[in-house]
């Protein structure tokens, strides 16, 4: 079931997903089955050739002090560590002659990788 967010709880989560992304994430979801889980997690590793590295996985458990959000159906999750990181990123989904894939603006990076998955913070 999907619960009507306020503009409020929508401001409060850290992230936005273009219509793009979900669309492309629910079809995931939908290809799957849910067999690796039914929400989508946003995190941040140590890695990369920037420092940091995205990461979207879906999982079936969540902690109690991830941030959740339900965006037409997908149950987006990120903990507070990546929220940190990632406050006010927008996340799209681009096909481009390189390819397919996600993609992150993070306003708070302050250098960036050439394949666009890394970054520091």
Known sequence: MTATLTNSEIELFPVTVTQKAIDMALAALAETGGEDGEYLR???????????????????????????????GLCVVVDIFTANLIEGTVIDYQETLQGAGFKFENPNAKRTCGCGSSFSG
């Open 42 to 72: 946003i995190s941040v590793k140590g890695g990369g050739c920037a420092g940091f590295q995205y990461s979207l996985n879906f999982v079936d458990q969540i902690d109690s002090a991830d941030i959740q959000i339900d965006l037409q």
